[in-house]
Every structure is written in structure tokens, then in C-alpha cells.
């Protein structure tokens, strides 16, 4: 079911110096800051050959992060985000194993256009689990 | 200078629920378990068609994912690992740059038999990088 890994989303506490960070002394390609404010956070994509890295940082004090940055204030890994062709039958597979899709379980669109679910992170290991429906 | 995102590890309280979960679940290509007594791991891999998943279980007391687990008993990402041409030139840039090599700073031979490095977390938005030489 699940395909490609989109992305792997990181908390930062300050959104230059990470992106300055993974530019010069990772050497990757670190695209330029995007407001999302539809998600409540300011991302920074980092390009790889094979999948990306966001950097997230929140956007308004309704950020969905804050409280991520509160108990993690150097940052951390705070999601990973999976492919899907079909979200629905997707969710409803994973309902059917147990599994907790957070929110109203109606796929919203995501910070790429595309409709994404989260799954509960104590399902999964201790991960957040994102899919996108590409 | 980083090239391709060779893997992100999952620490897991239960490698048999957690590999259940990949294959059942999320309808993934999951791998038989693999003790890696060097490193003090059991190792399953997840092949997705661009990386992979690479699950993490405690081998034996001084594994080094046991404090990890007990901070996070339900598991949590672990770390990312970055695929690099030369680790010797890598570890010197990011040492110029003022990032922190762990252990002795020189490459020890990984669970895949390339050499890698560990970063220190703290120097990066609180994520344990490993870089690999590809």
C-alpha cells in the first residue's frame, strides 16, 4: 500500500540557521522559506536525490509544532510522511487494522496540494505517520 | 556534499508488532529480522521504492538504543542517514563548520558493511544524523 517516503518533516527552532546549516555544512540544495499559514507553519524544503527534508517552523501561536517545540526546544524529527494512490481506501484499510487516523478522518489538503491524513503516532511506534495521496 | 537519504530508523518496543504492522497495516515489503551484534541491534528493513525504513530492536544490555527506549518506550524516529561519496572529507568539512563527530571520530564499519559517522544531535536541530560512504 504505502510507496514512495515523501518527506521526512523536522522541527527547528530557528529556520535560518537550519537552512544555513544543511546548505553549507551538509552541502545540500535548501530551497527558500514558504508560509503555509493554512497548516500554521513556515516550511523549507531540502532537496535530495531521492526524497526531500522539511524543515518546519511554526507559523502563529495556533502552530500545530509549538507544543512539539516546547518539549523538544533544539528541535527534532516530527514526522515521516508516506505515499499513497488512493487515500480513502487507504484509511479505511487502516481503520480496519485498528489503527487511529487523527482529526475528523477526512483527508485535508496538504502543504503540497495534495489530500493527506495523519495516523496516531502511539499506533505507530512513538512515529507521526503522514500519507499523501499522490 | 550529502547525497541520497539511505534510510530513517524507527526504534521499536516490539520488532515482531512493529514488522506486523509495516507488512499488514501499511501494506510495506518488510524484511526478516537481522541480529547485528557489532552494533548491538536487531535490524528489519523496510524497502520502500525510493529508501528504507530501518527498525530498530535492543541486542543485548549495552545496546545503545536501550536509553532511547527508555526515554520513549513506545519508540520514536531514531535517527537519518545521509548517503556521502567520501566520509573522511565529509566529517573534515563539518568539523571546519563546528558540527561535532560522536565517539572517536573516526568511521566505524555500519550494519549495511560501508563505513559511517554519527553527528551529534544537539548541532542539528536535534536529530541524530549518520552519514554513510557509498
Known amino acids: 500500500m504505502i510507496g514512495r517516503l515523501n518527506h ?48 518546519l517552523y511554526p507559523l502563529g501561536e495556533d502552530s500545530p509544532i509549538n507544543g512539539f517545540l516546547e518539549k523538544n526546544p533544539a528541535g527534532g524529527i516530527h514526522h515521516v510522511c508516506y505515499e499513497v494512490d488512493d487515500i480513502i481506501a487507504a484509511r479505511d484499510h487502516l481503520k480496519e487494522t485498528g489503527a487511529r487516523v487523527l482529526g475528523s478522518g477526512e483527508p485535508k489538503i496538504g502543504a503540497h496540494g495534495k489530500p493527506v491524513l495523519f495516523l496516531h503516532p502511539k499506533d505507530f511506534n512513538g512515529c507521526l505517520v503522514e500519507l499523501e495521496q499522490v
Not at 553549507?24 to 526531500?52: C, M, R
Open 8 to 55: 521526512v518533516a523536522i522541527a527547528v527552532p530557528d529556520l535560518e540557521a537550519a537552512s544555513a546549516q544543511y546548505r553549507d555544512a551538509l552541502g545540500a540544495t535548501v530551497g527558500a522559506p514558504q508560509d503555509e499559514p493554512d497548516h500554521g507553519v513556515t516550511v523549507v524544503f531540502i532537496e535530495l536525490p531521492n526524497t526531500k527534508i522539511e524543515l
